[in-house]
């Protein structure tokens, strides 16, 4: 009787957060699917202009698509597809996160890549004109090491010091910044941003890069506070370190700081936990010169942790970019399907995908909308987005342990 009654008040329970719950604002934002492969090759997808005709091609793994049609694929490393689960490693592809850049000095875009924790950073060159079939077991384009030991899982490619992009990552227990030398194929330039520290260690979670306390300069950020770019860093002093404790247990993905609130300052989002719950945004604080934050929830590990009733777990990856065009950047994550075998928190709840609208409103709050954008893709640790059809608006590419997608917007009619 105890346990009947027990279910009956906390059936009662849910019901009632359901209840309360708030309707979605309606939007025009719609996406059309496309799955351009059904088995797992990746944790991560890209986009770049792979063949030099001026139109985004979708990089995942060792194959790329060839846009705006994305029906004819090609690839620069041996194809292999891994099982979704397995013994240690083995249910894990080799290839996580692929950054397309042109970095030698001819017009073809070559890729940067980033594999398991632990494992080297490779320049894959592009061999231009020829690429290899899709179905290719055997034949890779040149491959030349460019950084040891890239141990964490969110690392990004992206201009931090004001000119090209640079590999930020963990390394040999130090946030390093890497690029090309005067010869690309030879191990990059390595900077080291921190001492030493025991904390960045393989499998850490959680960091970005972004202007904090706007002098124009990118600092840094993980998931225990932020790093300061110094003016006119020398490539071998360690930045300073202001302590804020962002995701203070396990760190969530990549971090972004832009204005969320619209006052001027830039704020931070992130996830908390990349296998677990939570996710958040801290609007900066001045007070006495002084830079702090205060956190506003966004989701948790209940339903009523959101006011849309909206809850998964496992947020391995984050975009950020100006989905429905109104100016203002929004926040792109979802779950990462099966990124433990099936071991974390939630793991069995659909593999969803959602879009979260910066809505500052005419009371001075402001608040991340969810929309759900699929509920049977997810993500991996690598979202990507950008113009894929030329039509101005941004679209969504993601690559995990259900396969490579593309999600294209199109434009919904209110309801």
């Known amino acids: 009787m105890y346990n009947n009654l027990t279910s009956y008040v906390l059936c009662l329970f849910l019901v009632a957060s359901a209840a309360v719950a708030k309707n979605l604002p309606l939007t025009t934002v719609g996406f059309k699917k496309i799955q351009l492969l059904d088995k797992y090759i990746t944790e991560g997808a890209s986009i770049g202009d792979v063949n030099a005709d001026g139109r985004p091609d979708v990089i995942a793994g060792p194959l790329w698509w060839q846009g705006p049609e994305f029906k004819k694929s090609f690839s620069y490393a041996p194809f292999k597809a891994y099982p979704i689960k397995g013994p240690g490693l083995s249910g894990y592809s080799t290839n996580f996160f692929t950054f397309p850049d042109q970095i030698t000095k001819d017009k073809w875009t070559d890729i940067l890549k980033v594999g398991l924790p632990d494992q080297p950073a490779h320049l894959a060159i592009n061999p231009g004109v020829k690429p290899f079939i899709a179905s290719n ?29 640079q590999l930020l990552a963990f390394s040999h227990n130090h946030i390093t910044l890497s690029e090309p030398g005067i010869d690309p194929t030879k191990p990059w330039e390595v900077y080291k941003v921190s001492p030493k520290d025991g904390a960045l260690q393989m499998y850490t979670h959680g960091l970005g890069a972004g202007d904090i306390n706007g002098d124009k300069l990118p600092d840094i950020l993980e998931k225990r506070g932020w790093w300061q770019q110094p003016d006119n860093w020398d490539r071998k002093t360690p930045w300073e370190f202001h302590p804020y404790p962002f995701a203070p247990e396990q760190g969530g993905a990549q971090m972004f700081t832009y204005d969320i609130d619209g006052d001027g300052d830039n704020d931070v989002v992130t996830a908390l936990n990349a296998h677990s719950w939570g996710l958040a945004w801290y609007e900066q604080i001045k007070e006495g010169g002084k830079i702090s934050f205060k956190k506003h929830t966004i989701m948790t590990d209940k339903s009523e942790g959101n006011p849309y009733g909206v809850c998964f777990s496992q947020l391995h990856a984050m975009a950020c970019t100006d989905i429905d065009g109104d100016g203002i950047k929004d926040i792109v994550t979802g779950k990462c399907f099966y990124a433990h075998n099936g ?6 709840q659909p593999a969803v995908l959602y ?30 987005t950008g113009d894929l059809n030329g039509d101005g608006k941004m679209d969504i590419v993601v690559g995990n342990k259900k396969g490579v997608f593309v999600f294209i917007q199109t434009d919904k009619p209110e309801k």
Not at 147 to 165: A, F, R, T, W, Y
Not at 343 to 348: I, L
């Open 137 to 165: 077991t055997k034949h890779q384009c040149q491959h030349c090491k460019a950084q040891d030991n890239i141990c964490n899982e969110s690392p990004q490619h992206l201009n931090v010091l004001g000119k090209g992009n």
């Open 343 to 348: 071991r974390d928190p939630g793991a069995e």
């Open 355 to 384: 879009w979260f609208r910066t809505t500052r409103h005419e009371d001075g709050t402001t608040e991340l909308i969810p929309y759900q954008i699929d509920d049977n893709s997810g993500v991996g640790r690598q979202i990507s």
